[in-house]
């Protein structure tokens, strides 16, 4: 039986101030190499969406009734989150065999105002434990339960300016 997310996993990221639980609106986040520098999707190799341009996270939205992205005011009977297990955070998706190890995340703030204020751009390691497999089998399940935690967000705390 096959999975609708064979092939592919997800990096999901909680992005907030330091006592805060809301993710913060409207950031920059890229993959970056070990210079800073953006990741390219050099002909799909890293994700099987957006080739050759930059590894950008977006947030996730919430859908309705009829299976559509809702505006940002809008409410419906039954909105639930078009990525369910991201919630209200930043995603990427990546093919399984993205070397996360290899790369860190850049997190820049290019809207402060409507922020509240600008934040501090911050740049975090990313590991391969990071990504969110969600096809496994049972095996694997069984094999993660000693050790850390799998399928949860980056939690990443900014400070302002």
């Known amino acids: 039986m096959h999975c609708g997310y064979d092939f592919t996993s997800y990096i999901v990221l909680d992005v907030h101030e330091a006592g805060k639980t809301e993710n913060i609106k409207n950031l920059k986040i890229t993959i970056v190499d070990s210079l800073g520098r953006n990741v390219i999707n050099v002909n799909n ?4 969406k957006n080739a050759n341009a930059p590894l950008q996270f977006t947030s996730n939205y919430k859908i309705g009734d009829d299976n559509k992205r809702l505006k940002e005011d809008e409410v419906a009977k039954k909105e639930r989150w078009f990525f369910p297990f991201a919630k209200d955070n930043y995603l990427l998706s990546v093919a399984n065999t993205f070397p996360a190890d290899n790369f860190s995340i850049k997190i820049e ?43 949860r967000p980056i939690d990443v705390v900014v400070e302002k300016e």
Request: hydrophobic share 35%; with cysteine; net charge positive.
């Open 109 to 151: 703030d290019i809207d402060g105002a409507n922020n509240g204020g600008a934040f501090k751009s911050v740049t975090v390691p990313l590991y391969s434990y990071n990504m969110y497999v969600l096809c496994s089998n049972e095996s694997q399940q069984a094999a993660v339960k000693f050790g850390r935690k799998m399928n």
């Open 45 to 48: 190799l890293y994700s099987f």
